[in-house]
């Protein structure tokens, strides 16, 4: 019985692995792949492995450039967002104040608008203030797209750090600054990375924001970039595939590196 | 080391009615450890949290040393603090969570070394300077707590319930080590407890509070001896003193069916004819043989405790019940009539609508 329960088990695993990892491996060998061999047969194991694809991408099609705006950008917004989302939630989750609970709800809130429903506004704003068409202005608004969420997961693991702590480190002569720096926050580090790497592979991948307020060649990030290898009449499958695996590998990175983190901040009990 | 003066103090929470702490008036010296004693939600913690700067004074003034601080925040107060949930910070080691304090307060790296290295010896926690607190037990977390007050010598020692996260035997011994740590460092300390062995045992004075209000500020034994009113003398002592309605009557007191003569210093405090409660500890009622000075009660119930026995009785003519300490070999059944003799030198009057003590 129990081996039977555990191979059941195992054969859930395998498919639901299959699922999550064969696109990935699938794009993964085509991006080895010339467009024309794709074409002969969409699921063939490489012949030739054209690694050239590669360095091809990154300095003919410009994808060096995506990926530098890319970068900047979502680093960034990620690091606004984390400064600024972590001081939000400290303040909400620890100091009683008026319409405390009240602004929490405006600002959580906003988490229920789609972006299409702001998107026109955004961009007359982007407009009217210079920054259409420009990584300032992109970085603006996924810090504002962003927040609230960042937000909302912070501040309920601040509120679960006991007031006690807070109440010591006053004692002990520390300013309120003082104490957001050096024990909400190295506390709250598990919450923390669940947001870097929530926002990161986010915003990594945004392309909606990104194809309405973007409009130049050289200010396109990587989404956008791999949208210009689909033409009206064909599609570079196999570029395409390329420029996939250069988006997806720093995610990849970036997961491996910080997963564990994110485990514990999802599952963090109380702090004790 | 540092005097503590307390004068009027109020605290009134937002949207609540009545005062959590009531005018309290209280002065503590140099030196000494006083200990604020009450059930729960008595506003011990509250007026203890006001001291340290941690709650806003409504009204009235706090002075440490004769420099009033109702407006110093608390890292200019020159307190430490021992919380209850020991607050040790969760992602430093026992040395950081130690030195913390000290490198606020721009000490020289040395010195810091120097110092916690000192009070770690003194505490016996030199073997888990390098762990943070989640490795530790929870008599181990206490003493870091203790540790990090000490280390930053200050003017106040504060401390909230310190002990009731540890179990029994811990307790006792932490007890034992606090009042050695009194003794050596002479500190001005202030103790929130709601355990009155605690209080009993380490307070220099004991303030104890109910709604609020201070009942009475005196040393342990003379509040225990000396209940300043029913409330005093029913939360003290275990079991507490009896109290017993009583009235006085021809210079006579008129206990249930018994009748017991009042020395005159009694009587006249007494006054005549009027209903009063008698307070009486258990340990102040003696078996006796009968007669004069004693009143009759029917056992109805025992509780042999080995060191001693106690019995409780109802006493002849009357509903009121109460608690006798009787002598280890005491050989008393439920059911049985026996006679008790109160000590009358240590009985306590207290007025029967007030309840404030008229002896």
Known sequence: MHRLQRAVVLFALCVFTAFAAGPFFWVATMSLRTTSEISRDHYAWPGTLHWNKFPDAWFNSNYSTYFQNSLLVVVSAVIILTLVGAMAAHCFARYRFKLNRFFYFIIFSTIIFPPQITIIALFQILVQY??????????????????????????????????????????????????????????????????IILNTILLWNEFLYAVVLITDEDKRTLPLGIQRFMGDQMEDIGMISTGLMIAIIPVVLIYAFFSEKLIQGMTAGAVK | MATVTLDKLCKRYEKSHDLAVDHVDLAVAHGEFMVLLGPSGCGKSTTLRMIAGLEAISSGSLAIDGRVVNEVPARDRDIAMVFQSYALYPHM???????????????????????????????????????????????????????????????????????????????????????????????????????????????????????????????????????????????????????????VENGQLILGAARLALSPALLATAGTARA??????????????????SFGAEVTAVEPLGAETIATLRIDGSESELNARLGRDANVKVGERIHLRPDLGRVRLFDAASGVALN
């Not at chain 2, 990090?148 to 932490?174: G, H, M, Y």
């Not at chain 2, 008698?278 to 009622?285: H, K």
Request: with cysteine.
């Open chain 2, 93 to 247: 080691t026992v040395r950081d969570n130690l030195a913390f304090g000290l490198r606020r307060r721009r000490i020289d790296g040395a010195e810091i070394a120097r110092r916690v290295d000192d009070v770690a010896g003194t505490l016996g926690l030199a073997p888990l300077l390098e762990r943070k607190p989640f490795a530790l037990s929870g008599g181990q977390r206490q003493r870091v707590a203790l540790g990090r007050a000490i280390v930053r010598d200050p003017k106040v020692f504060l401390f909230d319930e310190p002990l009731s996260n540890l179990d029994a035997s811990l307790r006792v011994s932490t007890r034992a080590e606090l009042i050695r740590l009194h003794r050596r460092l002479g500190a001005t300390m202030i103790y929130v407890t709601h355990d009155q062995v605690e209080a009993m045992t380490m307070g220099s004075r004991i303030c104890i509070m109910n709604h609020g209000k201070v009942v009475q500020i005196g040393a342990p034994l003379e509040v225990y001896r000396r209940p300043a009113d029913t409330f005093v003398a029913s939360f003290l002592g275990n079991p507490p003193m009896n109290l017993v309605k009583a009235t």
């Open chain 2, 276 to 293: 009063l409660t008698f307070g009486v500890r258990p340990e102040d009622l003696a078996q006796s043989s009968g007669g004069e000075g």
């Open chain 1, 130 to 195: 210079g920054l259409f068409n420009s990584l300032i202005g992109l970085t603006l608004v996924y810090v504002a797209f962003q927040l609230p969420i960042t937000v909302y997961i912070l501040e309920s693991f601040f509120a679960r750090i006991p007031g006690d702590l807070f109440e010591a480190a006053r004692i002990d002569g520390y300013s309120e600054m003082a104490i957001f720096w050096r024990i909400s926050l190295p506390i709250a580090l598990p919450a923390l990375s669940t947001t």
